[in-house]
């Protein structure tokens, strides 16, 4: 029998021969970045670890949240970096989904911080604002100048924004505005409120509110457990006048906060892999260190299993993260599947901090390892912004053509 051989590079495809393998980057994401992107992301990192970082333990401790840290990401040109122009970077999807994922390497308040004044604040001006409004409030929100909040969320009206009760009667010259909004982050230290309220005949509109309105205030949540770095509050208004170039003209209907919301969502994607990545090096280093029974912890199977697993999930939802970035970038993506995406890499996050935290034993509890501030952290990532519930019924309307909520 004659045996002729294939030439070598089909052999060498065929056995992966010559391959390396990357433990931190499975399927290489690093060769699908750009080098823009790379630079922006190491810039992102730098940063985070080496400002960030130092300052987390004692703001979780205290509740207290920096607010030169918005300084410091504006003048990196961090903020509203999607947006093209009016002092805004303009850069692609990818570029800013890795930085909130260096952000939230470190903590979600800091990814959450970049996320509220870039989509849920500076994004519906740039959107559904007058050229006005867009001169006006985004060039001051790219340098910090002015700090931005979303107020949707009611007492209430949680997942069901469609019960809204703050209500936007009109008189002359503009509006009056009635009602409250809860869980509102930067809402004790916001200059600029991006509100949402049903007017005289039900539709909803969107408003741009200013401290020192009359009968506007705002007051801090206290005692959470969770995303303690971040000031969440109440927004109160109590028969506010809002003019009418304070209004947004293009904003009317519900499918205006629900694009700014899936915006900030994405950013959720990468920012729930950053905390889970922090999570699983910090469980791989642990189990290394750390010996019992004579040996380190790392020799035991069931450890071994517990890290497979944590980089599996990472490895699968970074990829897919990169995959729905780049769609987003040439007009592709869907709300269905950020909504997909958020779920799945909150949840995953999730699993992995907890058994993270469980690897790490009595030591898990300290905030000294930092792996038990991530878990609570992630309670609230897999809640807001769409429960993880209310994003598989997304889906299942989806599939089915039946909406069940």
């Known amino acids: 029998m004659t045996y002729h051989q294939p030439p070598a590079d089909v052999l060498d495809r065929a056995r992966m021969k010559g391959a390396r393998f990357d433990w931190e980057d499975p399927f290489r994401i690093e060769d699908l970045l750009t080098s823009e992107e790379i630079m922006i992301r190491d810039a992102a990192r730098d940063y985070a670890q080496e400002r960030l970082m130092p300052r987390i333990l004692e703001a979780n401790r205290h509740e207290r949240f920096d607010i030169e840290i918005m300084a410091e990401m504006a003048e990196l040109g961090f903020l509203g970096a999607t947006i093209d122009g009016f002092g805004c970077a303009g850069i692609s999807y990818v570029a800013y989904g890795l930085i909130a994922r260096e952000f939230e390497r470190v903590d979600t308040s800091y990814r959450s911080a970049l996320g509220v004044q870039s989509t849920l604040s500076m994004l519906p001006i740039y959107l ?72 005289d005949e039900g539709a909803l509109l969107g408003f741009i509110l200013e401290r020192g309105m009359e009968g506007l205030a705002t007051s801090k949540i206290e005692g959470k457990f969770s995303v303690r770095a971040s000031p969440t509050g109440q927004i109160h208004m109590d028969d506010v006048f809002v003019p009418e170039e304070n209004r947004l003209p293009g904003a009317r209907g519900f499918g205006a906060p629900f694009s700014c919301l899936n915006n900030a969502r994405f950013g959720i994607c990468w920012g729930a892999v950053g905390a889970a990545e922090f999570c699983w090096h910090a469980a791989r280093d642990y189990a290394l260190e750390r010996r019992q029974f004579g040996r380190p912890l790392a020799a035991n199977q069931l450890i071994q299993k517990k890290l497979a697993d944590m980089q599996t999930e990472i490895t699968l939802a970074l990829v897919s993260c990169l995959h729905l970035s780049r769609m987003r970038d040439e007009g592709k993506a869907s709300p269905e599947m950020v909504s997909l995406l958020k779920r799945n890499n909150a949840g995953k996050a999730l699993e992995i901090a907890r058994q993270a935290r469980d690897m790490h034993g009595g030591n898990g509890i300290s905030d000294e390892y930092h792996v038990i501030r991530h878990l609570m952290n992630l309670e609230t990532v897999n809640t807001l912004e769409g429960t993880h519930d209310i994003h598989a019924l997304v889906l299942g309307r989806a599939q089915t053509d039946i909406p069940a909520f």
């Open 128 to 199: 559904y604002g007058s050229e006005h409004q867009r001169e006006a409030f985004l060039p001051a929100m790219a340098r910090a100048e002015k700090l931005g909040c979303f107020g949707l969320t009611e007492p209430d009206h949680g997942s069901d924004p469609s019960g809204m009760q703050s209500r936007a009667r009109k008189v002359d010259g503009g509006f009056r505005l009635t009602g409250s909004k809860t869980w509102i982050t930067h809402a004790p230290i916001a200059d600029v409120m991006v509100v949402w309220a049903k007017d």
